[in-house]
DNA sequence: ATGAAAGCGCTAACAG
DNA sequence: CTGTTAGCGCTTTCAT
């Protein structure tokens, strides 16, 4: 396997200059066209293929956005196919570098800036402010999916508050008044979601039905929360759920459904089952009264939308965030005068299969 | 903002050459241990970080991976982690190309080809055997998690035949008969899988039981699989299931507790209720019976870990394949002798909650 | 141990 | 329309 082909390679062989060739690769103005045709007739023969980090070594400007995220989420994976579709429009290249569980954030921020990255975009970065800035000092920096109050940090968040008022009223609406929160922890968001969740409450004075169940972004985090919900004996017992993102509720769902908690949608086959013969178990009491559980997730992402999931959620708008995200750094590279620090994007309801009116 | 620092900028700063400044960088031999100090307090001070474009531009080899991975593989994300890994050990970056919904597998490698990889390890390519074939002929290609029979394609997947048989001997050892296998389709794996099952079957005297049912690699194929299981009236009818993977058998999870048939492992608590109750459905009889359908995933995602879900799977060596896998591309760029193109790593079973002995 | 100089593959002025 | 030239930031001889 002898060495690549060169511009130069190419040059000699179609028999014009080095910068005529460059010219025709880079579909630049300024050749004939029977000399186009004939350099990239030599260009395919050779299979020359330009090499982007020279390119971008003479170039003063790289055109490269480097994009964080976590391997593990669904979500992020959304966003970085709207990242690669946004960036392809106006001809930036990604760079993209994954936070694993072997690999931190740090090193993911690291890579990129050896790489020439003229931007970064970080999504649902957990780093702290402080370091955010200090980054924010060196190059353009836009975070997505989390709230960073700094004046040299770009944000493009969801109103998170507003989903979790569109999910409270969706409930309400359908007659719910014991509602409680699945929340995230310190996970990006989280905070925004449970203020949201908790003024809604008390819009429609429910005030005192309030429940905040510590929960947290995976699966497991909501498997726990949920059977930390099934021991509850309270008269405050809600009738349905709002949880801080589709992963959360997943694993609620699952615990709720194994308790033989009926939850609406495509299982409610089984859950009608349930409710036709009792049993002895509070879970089995909570069917028998025929009461259910909706539940509301977070994101909608591809986990939400699964058939058999079929989760009533708060879509994120990952286009519009994503597109965002992209104009907004490049915006800062080119000096152009922006707007806000923060873009907050609305979210919006997607009703699905989990929520239903209350049972009895 | 102004321009980033350079080695030139360090240099004078530092009141030595370039070249100096070059080697203390890269730790390399020929500075004194004052010099090196001085250097790298000016560097830290300037906040400099080498450029790894114009130092791959420079150097003859450019020590840079590609790699091709799914952004919705959870276990793609597994082996990321491990080429990570395994690249830093020996000094090798990672230049990482995503599959999205909007963006194919051409593109993705197309893009890493302009970045100068030197090798290019593709995680479960879809791509037809001669493109890969085409590929290898231009630089060395490593394909992991696919059986591509070519001679100069390297391969490094897991034993998937040996997965199933592993699979089906420990539901034979549980005592289960009849077995089905729900198939991955075309997808990577599959085929191999398949005649893993079947031979299995066969060896313990079991091949007039087999049975196939058309799957996929996502849940609502999996979903869809059970369903269709659930409609069988044959005498065949299988206690437990080998499925194409972890995704596949989360979603045939939920469609199986959804429909009342009991699935051993965590959520038996709500099994055991309902096997007291009879209903009138078919699963319903399923469970009157106390029969319950044992389930095997295959990858050992971290899917699979998930407390509620708690699958008994075949786990693919991760770090073992993509260890290998970086090997092997390494040495075919040092154009060390190699073994094999397909190197073949055997997989692991792991017993969790969702296989038990038959009921009855 | 240190520095000068050449050049990796490409683009951007400028000259013709 | 085409060719010449000068670097982008770095590594690498080869001198000193």
Known sequence: MD??????DVAVRAGVSTALVSIVMREAPGASAATRERVRAVADELGYRPDLRARLLRRSRSRLLGVVFGVQHPFHGDLVDGLYTAADRIGYELALSAVTPGRDEQRAISSLLQDRCEALVLLGPQAPTAYLAGLAARLP??????AVRHRTVDVVRTDDAAGLEQAVDHLVELGHRRIAHIDGG???GAAERRR???GALHRHGLGRNALIVPGGLTEDDGADAARALLELT???EPTAL???NDRCATGVLDVLRGAGVAVPGAMSERSERINQHSASSRSA?????????SVVGFDDSRLARLSHV??????QDAATMTELAVARAVARLDGAPTGEREQVVPPRLVVRGTTAPPAG
């Open 196 to 198: 949201g969740y908790t």
């Open 242 to 244: 709002t949880v801080f």
């Open 141 to 146: 920096v836009v975070v997505v999916a989390r």
């Open 3 to 8: 060495r690549r082909p060169t511009l130069a």
């Open 234 to 236: 309270d008269p405050r």
């Open 285 to 293: 009491d909570r069917a028998q009264r025929g009461s259910a559980m």
């Open 186 to 188: 310190r996970a990006p």
């Open 310 to 315: 079929d989760l009533t959620t708060i879509a």
